[in-house]
């Protein structure tokens, strides 16, 4: 069984039992959170969209660590002007394992 869930206003396909990083939720490292924007959920041949969400269906993932990002480094510049701009981004990130799906 799968679901496709936005979080953070992006989507993601999961499965039980998946880690992946999401947007930063303020949650503690070992709680539980329930996610009920669901878009679709899905088991062998049968889909089920929801227009958007679908009814009752929530999945619900654990919090394995809060981190961040590698740095991405933003380089501006014009040629022939004197003119260098040198910056750097870490985004936030928290690190969730989905424990079920219930649709």
């Given at each position: 069984?799968?679901a496709v ?15 992946f990083k999401?947007?930063q939720?303020p ?7 329930t ?5 679709a959920?899905?088991?062998g041949?049968t889909i089920k969209?929801g227009?958007?969400?679908?009814e009752?269906a929530t999945v619900l993932?654990?919090v394995?660590a ?10 501006k510049?014009?040629?022939?002007k004197h ?7 870490r985004?936030?990130?928290?690190e969730?394992?989905?424990v079920?799906?219930?649709?």
């Open positions: 069984m799968y869930i936005k979080t953070g206003g992006k989507q993601y396909k999961v499965v039980a039992g998946e880690k999401i947007e939720i949650a503690d490292i070992g709680s539980e959170i996610l009920d924007q669901v878009l959920v899905g088991a041949d969209f227009v958007p969400l679908v009752g993932v654990t394995l809060q981190g961040r990002h590698d740095k991405v480094k933003i380089f510049m014009r040629r022939r003119y260098q701009k040198h910056q750097g981004h985004q936030n990130y928290t969730v394992q989905v079920s799906i219930n649709a």
